[in-house]
């Protein structure tokens, strides 16, 4: 059983377009994570929801919405995409309690042409 | 707030060579550390972690990392690289309570030489 699971895995699409990447993890944790890697391999959290609420926004565009419809799942929803929302993007999910690490997903590259 | 340090995005070792990818951190509370390893085209996977207690951390793959306070440090080492350990290495820190945010370092890629 894969523990966190992210689709679609490529994601190829125009400029303009409103694209979503859905993550659903089965490790009964309380806390998920989308994270932003650059073409230089760097990454930056974006967005973090414990429990369903919001807890960490960090400064996105606002054409970047999340969306946690149970604790079980975070979506990335892009409106109006642009070329340099090319990356590659990973859910991961973490138990509330520090220490234990995130588990990430595989990932989901998106290429915006 | 936490940050981390990677020294050297790049690193080469032959074959059975030690291998020593380093990490100094930042943190105004006492840290929780990690190293991660992301094969080509997949995600990150947790490699080992330090949290509390023995400073002296071992983790998959032979892979250990010792936290030094003093230095500020969190080196991973390993004593005979393999050519399958060529991948992207990232350290990592989040702090503890409401800080608990995961902060990467900017990673480095280790390859091996035959």
């Known amino acids: 059983d894969t523990a966190v699971s992210q689709t679609p895995k490529y994601l190829v699409t125009q400029m303009g377009n409103d694209k979503s990447i859905k993550c659903e993890q089965n490790?009964?944790?309380?806390?998920m994570y989308w994270y932003k890697q650059d073409s230089k391999k760097f990454l930056k959290i974006m967005f973090s929801?414990?429990?369903?609420?919001?807890?960490i926004n960090e400064t996105v565009p606002n054409r970047f919405s999340p969306k946690s419809p149970d604790k079980a799942h975070l979506n990335l929803h892009i409106n109006s995409l642009e070329l340099g929302d090319s990356a590659v993007y990973f859910c991961?999910?973490?138990?509330?309690?520090?220490?234990?690490?995130?588990?990430f997903g595989s990932g989901t590259r998106l290429t915006v042409v | 707030a936490q940050s981390v340090t990677q020294l050297g995005s790049h690193v080469s070792v032959s074959e059975g060579a030690l291998v020593l990818l380093r990490c100094n951190y930042s943190?105004?509370?006492?840290?929780?550390l990690f190293w991660y390893v992301q094969y080509p085209n997949q995600g990150l996977q947790l490699l080992l972690k330090?949290?509390?207690?023995?400073?002296l951390v071992k983790g998959i793959n032979g892979f250990e990392a010792e936290f030094k306070k003093s230095e500020t440090s969190f080196h991973l080492t390993k004593p005979s690289a393999h050519m399958s350990d060529a991948a992207e290495y990232f350290c990592?820190?989040?702090?503890?309570?409401?800080?608990?945010?995961?902060?990467f370092g900017s990673g480095t890629q280790l390859t091996v030489l035959p």
């Open positions: 991961a999910s973490s138990q509330d309690q520090t220490g234990y690490g995130y588990t």
């Open positions: 490790l009964g944790h309380d806390t």
């Open positions: 929801y414990n429990n369903k609420e919001l807890i």
């Open positions: 943190s105004s509370v006492p840290p929780y």
């Open positions: 330090y949290t509390t207690g023995a400073t």
């Open positions: 990592a820190v989040s702090g503890r309570g409401s800080a608990r945010q995961l902060t």
